[in-house]
């Protein structure tokens, strides 16, 4: 059974999740946005360019995430006994934590873009980068205290420092547009 709509008429649709958040409401127009005088094709590809900044942190941070695994496998492991917890396999743990790394650095991407700017201050570039590391690093150190957690949180800090440098470059050559100083 179904109806019909006399023209010029219209439906309202009530319900508290999309009173909540309307600008998800598909029954709404599409609102405008103008934000600090910027036009929506200017915001459009500010968050463009953040996306990408995203996307290289992501992969740069998964990539170096692996290379110290395989480091750790196949030389911290194999000469000092007391990093053995380092050892190297492929299961769900390991997938999840690598993909857990992948994240931390999609978010590094976009804070680190916003963080430096077109400035080339360099406490800030450290302080960003040391500031992701230190907090990934520090929990690792939380979780259980050995000389394997202290290498670990070491790792930690060089994988931003490799992603912060990735970015840099990506600027640089300009895959990503530095993010404009105020």
Not at 44 to 49: G, H, I, N, P, T
Not at 104 to 116: A, E, H
Not at 127 to 140: C, Y
Request: aromatic content about 12%; hydrophobic content about 55%; some cysteine.
């Amino acid at each position: 059974m179904g109806f019909a709509l006399a023209q010029g008429s219209s439906v309202k649709v009530s319900s508290p999740l999309l009173s909540l958040f309307p600008l998800f409401n598909p029954l709404l127009p599409t609102p405008h946005f103008k934000m600090n005088g910027i036009s929506d094709t200017q915001l459009m590809a500010e968050r463009l360019e953040s996306l990408k900044a995203a996307i290289i942190g992501g992969l740069s941070l998964g990539v170096a995430c692996l290379l110290t695994n395989l480091c750790n496998s196949l030389v911290l492991v194999k000469y000092f006994d007391i990093l053995t917890s380092l050892q190297f396999t492929v299961n769900l743990h390991w997938l999840v934590s690598w993909a857990i790394a992948g994240f931390s650095g999609l978010l590094f991407g976009v804070t680190y873009r916003y963080i430096i700017r077109q400035d080339t201050n360099p406490q800030l570039k450290a302080g960003g980068v040391l500031a992701f590391g230190l907090v990934r690093g520090l929990a690792q150190i939380d979780a259980g205290w050995s000389w394997s957690f202290v290498v670990l949180a070491l790792e930690s800090v060089l994988w931003f420092v490799v992603a912060a440098i990735v970015l840099d470059a990506a600027i640089r050559i300009g895959w990503v547009k530095a993010f404009p100083s105020a």
